[in-house]
């Protein structure tokens, strides 16, 4: 049995570790997300059941570290060098002339030319073909121990080779790669994060910098890092590579991320010359930001002859291209209200085309910002468009200035719903408090409905936008009266019975989610999912959080003064207390502890374990139903655990139960144990 279970978590891994490749690395999925969570998930239950099973290369442990206290320091094997420059085809001319005098004459060179990733650099150390260490470049001879940080970029592989076929690992492998954020996935995660925090990540090379570098690696694994990796640092062991192309196919086989598509092997140097001024045009459509390309001599026995000179290799330079900066004008500030009512202001700029896209508007960020830079309705502006995914407005011209520019200031009032517009100490950003300001409250509904909230299936932007454009939902509240629009629904495109049924039926068993969830669904400034949980531990239920002032709320233990205020002034509101008394009023879960019934509960002090998958159930919602009954929930089964609930795919915690006697329960056994109606409601 132990030997089984080991073979199965060793399976588990590699294949795993495969389907991630394919999807991450080749965006070649070969199985659903779901057959993926499944797999995934039988892994963590074994070993849960066998803690002698984890193992440092199980995708289980990406994000499982710990914050630390600081970074450790590592001296790099060799100095990790930097590159020199060439702006011009001359330049590039004459880095070949100096290796060329360098070289016996006659030496044919290759070189490889690939692009350079606008990244932080990374070295990866693997003994024996299980990823080690791995640390940031630091000054060149010491770096910052960040590996528990670099295990959570899904692109690293934690053990290579990734396939068995093929070579084996070498003893010892050292990587340099470049660690980044993709220009989509930024632009995702920053719109994401503004809603949030209102905290600005300007562009993606510094938000890698900062997650590589953020001591919570819970933090970092919530950033979209991605790698490329370009060198071979070190290798002891057979089969070593002869030259850069041979080791970049190298580092693709063993399952490194390569970017071997915008890479290309070259004899003739015109060639070279003449692929690097193309290429300008080219680069724009990547997914990732670069700043030009490098150009390396392909044959490693050269690289060693041609060595050298300072902190630079002699046998390589980087093609750097100007960033793109131009001038137009600043025709006029307007102002975007977001989810949270941030009140972001953005330049209506006139139409120029730069760096290969035509920009008629940026982001001005925030009200400072505009002051800080003085701009004025009618400047003319610098824009600016390096490797940034998202144009800048970097400065007025302010000797073009004819005085007829006019300063702006925040409007006092929501442009959109004209409510009085506030600004909280210490905080850059303005809001428009009004829950029911229209702009907002289709991001309201699409987050009420997000998976980090109420998590109603079938229910996305799409569907939030359609139902607010028809007036279904003047209020998040309106959500769960959509049953009433259920023939004018019909009637919409695309709105079948079946599927019309199914969203009835998603938003009937989300009134079971537990009261977190909805409190942090209605997406009051700083209150996320931990504070949410965090205020009703406290409180335990909607109607005495309302009833608390700023001073007690500030007094809890991880609420500050801001979240304490944003808590009050959210509750005071007439239109958010009447949006409250209507999700009471539809069946919602507003308290933590359960409406107690008269006498006993049925589940006093019941200890129950949840385990696979129930038919309608989350573990989240299965819980908070126990709870409700007065029942315990805890995490593994032992002789103390009175109730297992188990769904589909129960794996060792089962077996335990099993061997232990402990009795067994169904969802609906449980249902019909609590007399609760059946999965799936039928819908009145
Ligand atoms: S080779 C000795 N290749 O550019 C080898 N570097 O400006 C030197 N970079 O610190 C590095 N893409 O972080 C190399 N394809 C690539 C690269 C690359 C990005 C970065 C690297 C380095 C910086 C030098």
């Known amino acids: 049995m132990a030997k089984e279970n080991a073979d199965r978590a060793e399976r588990l891994r590699r294949t795993l570790a495969n389907y991630a490749y394919r999807y991450y690395v080749l965006n070649d999925p070969q199985i659903s997300d779901e057959a993926y969570d499944s797999l995934f998930r039988e892994l963590e239950q074994l070993e849960e059941a066998y803690p002698d099973l984890v193992t440092v290369d199980s995708p289980t442990q990406r994000a499982g570290a710990p914050p630390a206290e600081g970074f450790e320091k590592v001296e790099h094997p060799l100095p990790m060098l930097s590159l020199g420059n060439a702006t011009t085809p001359e330049e590039l001319y004459a880095w070949r002339e100096r290796m060329l005098r360098l070289l016996p004459e006659g030496t044919a060179l290759n070189y490889v030319v690939e692009p350079k990733i606008d990244g932080l650099t ?10 080690v260490l791995g640390a940031t470049r630091g000054d060149g001879l010491f770096g910052e121990d960040i590996t528990a940080n670099l295990r959570t970029i899904r692109t690293l592989p934690l053990r290579i080779p990734l396939q068995e076929r093929g070579p084996a690992a070498p003893a010892r492998l050292i990587v340099r790669g470049e660690a980044y954020i993709n220009k989509a996935e930024f632009v995702r995660f920053q719109r994401q994060q503004e809603e949030l925090t209102s905290k600005r990540y300007v562009n993606p090379r510094n938000t890698a910098a900062g997650a590589l570098r953020n001591l919570d690696p819970a ?50 140097f015109d060639e070279v010359v003449s692929y690097c001024e193309q290429w300008a045009d080219h680069k724009d459509g990547l997914s990732y930001e670069v700043d030009g390309l490098v ?24 093609y750097k291209y100007p960033s793109a900066e131009a001038t137009t004008k600043l025709l006029d500030i307007t102002v975007e209200v977001g989810r949270t009512g941030v009140l972001t202001p953005r330049a209506v700029l006139e139409p120029i085309h730069i760096g290969g896209v035509t920009v008629s508007s940026a982001s001005l960020h925030n009200a400072d910002h ?90 996305g932007s799409k569907q939030a936008e359609l139902f607010v454009k028809e007036g279904y939902i003047e209020d998040i509240a309106d959500i769960y009266d959509l049953p009433k629009h259920r023939d004018r629904l ?51 239920s909607f109607s005495s959080l309302a009833g608390a002032n700023v001073n007690e709320l500030a007094a809890i233990d991880g609420i500050g003064p801001r979240i304490a205020e944003s808590v009050s002034v959210w509750f005071a509101q007439e239109a958010n207390q009447r949006t409250v008394a209507r999700l009471a009023q539809a069946g919602l879960q507003l308290s933590l502890v359960p409406k107690v019934s008269e006498g006993v509960q049925p589940l006093q002090a019941k200890v129950f374990v949840i385990t696979g998958t129930l038919p309608a159930w989350s573990r989240e919602q299965a819980a908070a139903v126990i709870k409700e009954h007065g029942g315990k929930v805890t995490g593994s089964v032992s002789s103390k655990t009175d109730y297992l609930l188990a769904g589909e795919r129960a794996g060792a915690k089962l077996a335990k139960a099993e061997k232990l006697g402990v009795p067994v329960l169904t969802e609906q056994a449980l249902r019909e144990l609590l007399g609760l109606s059946a999965a799936l409601d039928s819908l009145g």
Request: glycine share 8%; charged share 20%.
């Open 490 to 540: 019909l009637a919409q495109e695309g709105y079948g019975e079946k599927k019309v049924d199914n969203l009835f039926a998603a938003l009937q068993s989300s009134k079971q989610q537990p009261a977190s969830r909805v409190l942090t669904g209605l997406g009051i400034h700083f209150v996320g999912g931990i504070v949410a949980e965090l205020l009703l531990e406290h409180y335990h």
């Open 295 to 318: 150009i390396k001599v392909n044959n490693f026995g050269l690289q060693e002859r041609l060595g050298y000179a300072g902190k630079d290799p002699r046998w390589a330079v980087a």
């Open 122 to 131: 990374v070295v990866l150390h693997y003994v024996d073909g299980l990823f």
């Open 219 to 268: 933090v970092t694994a919530a950033r979209p890092l991605d790698l490329w990796a370009y060198r071979i640092v070190l290798f002891e062991g057979e089969g070593a590579p002869e030259g850069q192309s041979h080791a970049l196919a190298y580092l693709a086989d063993m399952g490194f991320p390569v970017a071997v598509d915008q890479t290309k092997l070259f004899s003739d």
């Open 370 to 459: 505009i002051a800080d830079n003085d701009f004025r309705i009618g400047d003319t502006v610098v824009i600016k468009r390096a490797g940034e995914v998202i144009p800048q407005v970097l400065r007025p011209v302010l000797e073009l200035r004819t005085g007829d520019e006019t300063p702006w200031s925040m409007p006092e009032r929501c442009p959109v719903c004209d409510t009085a517009v506030v600004r909280y100490p210490g905080e850059v950003a303005y809001y428009c408090e009004n829950a029911a300001c229209p702009a907002q409250l289709v991001r309201r509904v699409e987050f009420f409905v997000s998976r980090a909230a109420m998590d109603i299936a079938g229910f």
